[in-house]
T-cell receptor, first 115, second 112 residues
Framework: DAGVIQSPRHEVTEMGQEVTLRCKPI?????LFWYRQTMMRGLELLIY????????DSGMPEDRFSAKMPNASFSTLKIQPSEPRDSAVYFC?????????????FGPGTRLTVL | GQNIDQPTEMTATEGAIVQINCTYQ??????LFWYQQHAGEAPTFLSY????GLEEKGRFSSFLSRSKGYSYLLLKELQMKDSASYLC?????????????FGAGTRLAVHP
């Protein structure tokens, strides 16, 4: 399997622009997660989906952030409008379940810089 | 609230043994994971503990004491490539579902 795929790998944009991050989970995984990592706050869960349905979005910072999963093989995280404080590495991860030793497999991440 | 504490940085010598501690104060504990993250890369799974005791996997071992809210990751025969951040993550059951909460990570530098 190719693992979790994310695009783009790097994104540089200006404040106020819309940013869309994309993720393809591992085939057969029922859970998909979006995380944000910064030096100050570490790795934070933003939202996760089970069978394409959002389960916990309590980590989404504010209304500027939205996430969708239209089918089992694709998800997007959108920031509109973007702000400099959104600069971070955004990881997508997927897992078979949230039980037992089933681990989350992370994608390579998208490094976002908002100027 | 949910809280996970790890040392920020550690240094060790190639060939030595290092122990990275993790303490947690969480409700609804449902398992503990350790991940390794090299600079500029994604976290990768190292180990999983849900019962008290030691889990050994090659050069890496992980220990859990649920009553003390304590875990450690033990790395033996350190190699330069072990220089990375090590993230402790606790799975909790809250609000009707499981979720993973990550510590801030411990940056380990291995020197010759």
């Amino acid at each position: 399997d190719a693992g979790v795929i994310q695009s783009p790998r790097h994104e540089v944009t200006e404040m106020g622009q819309e940013v869309t991050l994309r993720c393809k989970p591992i085939s057969g995984h029922d859970y998909l997660f979006w995380y944000r990592q910064t030096m100050m706050r570490g790795l934070e869960l933003l939202i996760y989906f089970n069978n394409n349905v959002p389960i916990d979005d309590s980590g989404m910072p504010e209304d500027r952030f939205s996430a969708k999963m239209p089918n089992a093989s694709f998800s997007t995280l959108k920031i509109q409008p973007s702000e400099p404080r959104d600069s971070a590495v955004y990881f997508c991860a997927s897992s078979l379940s949230l039980a037992g030793g089933d681990t989350q497999y992370f994608g390579p991440g998208t490094r976002l810089t908002v100027l | 609230g949910q809280n996970i504490d790890q040392p920020t940085e550690m240094t060790a010598t190639e060939g030595a043994i290092v122990q990275i501690n993790c303490t947690y104060q969480t409700s609804g504990f449902n398992g503990l994971f350790w991940y390794q993250q090299h600079a500029g890369e994604a976290p990768t799974f190292l180990s999983y503990n849900v019962l008290d005791g030691l889990e050994e996997k090659g050069r890496f071992s992980s220990f859990l004491s649920r009553s003390k809210g304590y875990s450690y990751l033990l790395l033996k025969e350190l190699q330069m490539k072990d220089s990375a951040s090590y993230l402790c993550a606790v799975r909790v059951f809250s609000g009707g579902y499981n979720k993973l909460i990550f510590g801030a990570g411990t940056r380990l530098a291995v020197h010759p």
